[in-house]
């Protein structure tokens, strides 16, 4: 492995990592809008974690 | 007070990749490759810059938290909470970048250098305040823990900072070289310098408003769960 490789390797993961925990949230804010709607049509939400 | 953060809220994201080209148009164009390291050198800029955010973001987290054991106040809490989670996700970018930095410099991937262990106690320490937040839901008690965990593990952010000086470690100050070529000598590394430690600043705001933004949505719910569960019996 030469610089660039370490450099390409570097950036790559730091994107990586963010897009990542963006994926998480909205991925969390999803299941909060699913659990908000069965709320509202008056049902029992099935989980409740995090 | 909504319609007036508003503006900023939508426009966050446009600053935040608007900073990024620039930082990154800085990083890989503008600024020169250190004499001695060269192209992989380009690692430090978002590296420090990461290391800066999540050293702020746990002094926010002690901050915070002393607020919310003061007051009670529920938003000083996620406040806390989401300045945890991003400041965790910027250390382990820091813990990821600084290894895949040192293989070509110093010949090795990890060493257990004074600065670079405290490092890793940081991210354990935040690693279990979260996991005693998750574990702990809404229990009053726990979150108190929690926010004492908070204030004690940034006590480490200032030890990670000083250690270079009181304790002879490998890993480089840049910042503060005296050495006639050491530091940064060329205007465009600081600028590069300072504009990706904006770009990573507007990110971290940003993530932390779309993490507090969670967290008031689930209190929401929880709170609504517990007053539909009677009438559902």
Known sequence: MNGLDFLAAAYSAIWLIIFAYLLSLWRRSARLERELDELRRGEQPSTRAG | MASRSRPLRDLLPWLTCLAMLAAIYLVFVAAPSEREQGVVQ???????GAAWMAFAGFAL???ASLWFLARGDRRADRLAL???????????IVLVTGPI????????????DPRLTMTVVLWTIYAA???LRRLGGGDEALGRYAAVLGIVGALDVPLIIVSIRLWRGIHPAVMLAKEPDAGLKDPTMKI??????LALALLFTWLV???????????ELARLNL???PRMR
């Open chain 2, 42 to 48: 380009r690692i430090f800029y978002f590296h420090v």
């Open chain 2, 61 to 63: 987290v002690a901050i």
């Open chain 2, 82 to 92: 989401a300045n945890a989670e991003v400041g965790m996700l910027f250390t382990t």
């Open chain 2, 101 to 112: 930095w040192a293989r070509p410099v110093w010949g090795v991937w990890w060493t257990w």
């Open chain 2, 129 to 131: 305040y979260l996991m």
């Open chain 2, 192 to 197: 590069a310098l300072l504009v990706s430690g």
């Open chain 2, 209 to 219: 408003s779309l993490r507090m933004r969670l967290q008031k949505v689930d209190d």
């Open chain 2, 227 to 229: 007053e539909a569960t």
